[in-house]
């Protein structure tokens, strides 16, 4: 299974939001399976996507699109950090 982790800062949460969400379609169109949106304990516009792909290949070539620089533009995202994972193992504990 492939996974893509990405941490950014947003200037406001609620304004990326909206366009995170307008942007699913195009998300599942570009292979995205599933996601998790998860913030910081004490900076909530300090964003955790971790998403499922179908490949590393789909997923990099879109985060890597003029379209999504742009949309990352439009949704007040600084600095994003990318890191396309493999998965090694997984379980429940219980």
């Known amino acids: 299974m492939q996974f893509v982790l990405i941490i950014h800062d947003v200037a406001d949460y609620g304004a990326w939001k909206g ?3 307008d942007a699913a379609s195009i998300r599942r169109e570009a292979g ?9 304990e004490t900076d909530p516009n300090k964003v955790v996507h971790f998403s499922h792909w179908r490949s590393l290949d789909e997923a990099r070539a879109f985060f890597e699109s003029e379209r999504l620089v742009e949309i990352r533009r439009q949704a007040g ?8 994972l493999h998965q090694r193992d997984s379980g429940v504990l219980s």
């Open 77 to 84: 995202v600084a600095a994003p950090e990318f890191l396309y």
């Open 32 to 40: 995205e399976i599933s996601y998790q949106v998860l913030c910081d």
């Open 19 to 21: 366009v995170f969400d």
